[in-house]
């Protein structure tokens, strides 16, 4: 414990922009100590628009300080499981821009690169992470806040559905479009963390959300690159082959209309959500309220627009989301580039505006879309200069799709996910257990039919020793309940929706049917059992254990 608490306080001390306000030493030591829960031996960075409880809310402007005397829920709920919070980062101020720059307290640089930025606006959560000062970082995300900063060190950021993750507690920036996110070194540690946070959601799941996406997914893709800097589009080909290789289908589609919305977030009305959260106090502030003037304009500029303009822009958004979206058809996911440079310091103190433009460009349309997104690492660049940039690639999916993109994401790190429920069943998203015997085992041709209903495996099981499993003339075998004389069977359980598994109910033919099982563990889940005479009667197969163990037999005994 003393060298990991040691060691965060070093890092914040080689690199004390980062953050805003440092939890006392002693303090943190005493709480990581006595922490209990999942989350327990974690420190949790907090951006600074996001409220911790006797900690200053700053929104990166000292005019605009108050303290809080709670935590936003998301903290709240993070502190629960055990993580420990160390201090509140740095960020662009009200969270407006994608660069890390924009800030009184000092600009962010990039953990490895200082004359780089470290991506906005949760810069400063993303870099405490970056150099072991934090374990979990909580950003915010309207337009790529939390993904831009987490490709460009080399992070794992989770943005999920908007409003599964309460927004209660946090400076807002665009209300309609803003998101808590998470940022860490890998891929599970933030699927716990959006498990925890997504525990306080503002928006309920559907009963036909998606856990798993197909074993063999179709993968979107730009048919053309615009703003990609050189060798930034040979890194995304790169991620583009190890998809391919994974086993995904690879569908290139148009990307203009995604583009054209991105636009809209600050070329159109839209931005006037800015102007008015925090509009009337940056018209009020004083000289010495510590505004930063590329912030103050664009929060200010909002204000010209009207509401029939806004109404106009709102629903341009919605014919180019149908239009999208008809692009992305049948495909589970798409996969774009999570930036498409890395600029230095000063070629964003040079051109703010039109720097910070670009970076958003395969950002800015996620939230005005109402899609969900994983940003995770994709090897590195090598610039034009010698250094080496980090490249990363997010992957998007449709609103509620969050663990189908998580599990893509995996595939694309090469990771096995195992047993290991999504995140959005471990958040309360209403997973239902079905156990399969036969067909419908990983292995067997009818697999495909729970994969496309969004099921999940989840590992193998045993039944309760009270069966007999009979072998039907169509091919597939039934299991069948007895009072006794009854034997233990190979199953294995998926994961899946109540809307699944009524569809999956309602395509079944007869005689098979689901009820519930009783499993060696004294467990009872839903499952298939036959109750017909005609499966009853049929040849007896129990000796085999299981229907693998039948069908080696079979083809073992057919010359």
Same mark, same amino acid.
């Given at each position: ?54 900690? !200053? ?15 936003? !829920? ?302 995770? !690492? ?104 007895? !009072? ?76």
């Amino acid at each position: 414990m003393t060298d990991r608490i040691s060691a965060a306080y070093a890092a914040i001390a080689q690199r004390p922009e980062a953050f805003i306000t440092v939890r006392d030493e002693d303090t943190v030591r005493r709480e990581f100590a006595q922490a209990q829960g999942p989350l327990a031996g974690q420190l949790l960075a907090v951006k600074d628009n996001v409220d911790v409880a006797g900690l !200053p809310t700053t929104a990166a402007c000292p005019g605009y300080a108050y303290t809080p005397d709670a935590d936003a !829920p998301a903290v709240a709920a993070l502190r629960a499981a055990g993580a420990v919070v160390i201090g509140k980062t740095n960020l662009d101020q009200f969270a407006t821009g994608l660069v890390g720059t924009r800030s009184p307290y000092g600009a962010v640089r990039d953990a490895q690169r200082p004359d780089r930025i470290s991506g906005g606006s949760s810069s400063g959560s993303a870099v405490a992470v970056a150099i072991g000062a934090a374990d979990l970082g909580i950003g915010t995300d309207t337009a790529g806040s939390g993904r831009v900063p987490a490709a460009y060190q080399g992070l794992v950021g989770i943005k999920g559905t908007i409003g599964l993750v309460s927004t209660a507690g946090v400076v807002p920036a665009c209300p309609s479009y803003d998101c808590v996110t998470i940022l860490a070194r890998d891929l599970a540690t933030a699927e716990n963390a959006m498990a925890v946070m997504a525990a306080t959601t503002q928006r309920p799941w559907p009963t036909s959300t998606r856990f798993a996406a197909p074993a063999d997914p179709i993968l979107a893709v730009p048919a053309e690159l615009p703003a990609m800097a050189p060798g930034w589009d040979v890194a995304f080909q790169r991620a583009v082959d190890a998809a391919r290789d994974a086993g995904m289908r690879i569908v290139p589609i148009d990307l203009t209309d995604f583009l054209a919305a991105a636009r809209l977030l600050y070329e159109g009305a839209l931005v006037a959500e800015r102007t008015e959260a925090v509009g009337d106090f940056i018209a009020a502030a004083g000289a010495d309220a510590g505004l930063d003037p590329t912030v103050a304009a664009i929060i200010a500029a909002g204000g010209a627009h009207t509401a029939t303009g806004l109404l106009r822009d709102r629903r341009e958004l919605d014919r180019l989301r149908e239009r999208a979206f008809r692009a992305l058809g049948e495909c589970d996911a798409l996969l774009v580039p999570t930036a498409p440079l890395q600029p230095t310091l000063a070629e964003v103190a040079a051109d703010p505006v039109a720097v910070n433009a670009r970076i958003g460009t395969y950002t800015n349309f996620c939230n005005l879309f109402d899609m969900c997104g994983v940003a995770v !690492p994709a090897g590195e660049v090598v610039e034009s200069d010698g250094t080496t940039a980090q490249f990363g690639v997010m992957v998007l999916g449709r609103a509620f799709d969050d663990a189908v993109v998580a599990d893509i994401a995996a595939r694309l790190g090469g990771g096995d996910r195992g047993t290991v429920a999504s995140w959005p069943e471990r958040a309360g998203a209403g997973a239902l257990t079905l156990v399969v015997a036969g067909a419908h085992l990983r292995d067997q041709p009818l697999a495909g039919q729970l994969h496309d209903l969004g099921a999940r495996w989840d590992g193998p099981a045993r039944t309760a020793e009270r069966y007999r499993m009979t072998a039907l003339p169509s091919g597939k075998p039934a299991l069948v309940r007895v !009072p006794d004389d009854g034997r233990s069977f190979e199953v294995e359980r998926w994961s899946l929706s109540p809307a699944a598994l009524g569809t999956f109910l309602a395509a079944l033919p007869t005689p098979m049917g689901l009820a519930a099982v009783e499993l060696d563990d004294g467990s009872w889940e839903t499952g298939f059992v036959s109750a017909d005479e005609g499966a009853i009667a049929a040849p007896d197969i129990s000796e085999f254990g299981g229907w693998r163990a039948y069908l080696r037999a079979r083809e073992f005994a057919t010359p």
